[in-house]
């Protein structure tokens, strides 16, 4: 079945770059997305990338999709505080594109 | 402004009893979700729907009913809640054009005991 899956945490120091991975299983995914979850809330869409393309760069945030190896990425540059959040990779389901399929999401804590 | 609200946003239960979470958009959205949220699960889906009186079953349906009368509105029911459904939900909805971009609700946080 379809799976999509991540890390379950990363630390990094602030001001560095934070990296977070994602491998998922339908080749055929139209769309991927990165969506940010804060503390007692729920997610919000960060960006999101159409399967015809290797990045994209929005700001700080740039996504790298690796179709052959099914890897997509999420890199977030000069990392804030304020960026201590659980993140989720999401696919499109091939035969209903308005279904997602959520990792298991990735907590990013950042320290001073 | 436009919004997705649930409630309540915290319930404790016991066991056997029905239980209904409300969510409500106002983004005027045909499609809406709900999901529950574990950890080392991520989210999961229940049930959703693509427009009045349409209702489908996700991954995870077993235990649970919708039923959408309006757009506005999909109610989530535990029809005789268990200790398992213990969890997070999330409500979502997303307008039926790409890029599909699903706005969820803050989560109703569920207790069985």
């Known amino acids: 079945g379809e799976d999509v899956e991540q890390s379950l945490f990363l630390s990094v120091r602030e001001g560095d770059s934070s990296v977070i991975n994602c491998t998922y299983t339908?080749?055929?995914?139209?769309?991927l997305y990165w969506y940010k979850q804060e503390p007692g809330a729920g997610l919000q869409l960060l960006t999101y990338?159409?399967?015809?393309?290797d990045m994209k760069q929005d700001q700080r945030l740039t996504v790298l999709l690796n179709k052959k190896d099914k890897h997509l990425s999420l890199r977030i540059a000069d990392t804030q505080t304020g960026d201590s959040a659980i993140y989720f990779c999401?696919?499109?389901?091939?035969?209903?594109?308005?279904?997602?399929?959520f990792g298991t999401g990735t907590r990013l804590q950042v320290f001073p | 402004d436009a919004e997705i609200t649930q409630s309540p946003r915290h319930k404790i239960t016991e066991t056997g009893r029905q239980v209904t979470l409300a969510c409500h958009q106002t983004?005027?959205?045909?499609?809406m979700f709900w999901y529950r949220q574990d950890l080392g699960h991520g989210l999961r889906l229940i049930h959703y729907?693509?427009?009045?009186?349409?209702?489908n079953k996700g991954e995870v349906s077993d235990g649970y009913s919708v039923s959408r009368s309006n757009t506005e509105d999909l109610p989530l029911t535990l029809e005789s809640a268990a200790s398992s459904q213990t969890s997070v939900y999330f409500c979502?909805?997303?307008?039926?054009?790409?890029?599909?971009?699903?706005?969820f609700g803050p989560g109703t946080r569920l207790t069985v005991t």
């Open positions: 979502a909805s997303s307008e039926s054009a790409a890029p599909y971009e699903q706005y």
């Open positions: 339908d080749s055929s995914s139209t769309y």
């Open positions: 990338i159409f399967s015809n393309m």
């Open positions: 999401a696919e499109s389901d091939y035969y209903n594109t308005d279904k997602l399929i």
């Open positions: 983004w005027n959205h045909n499609n």
């Open positions: 729907s693509y427009g009045v009186h349409d209702t």
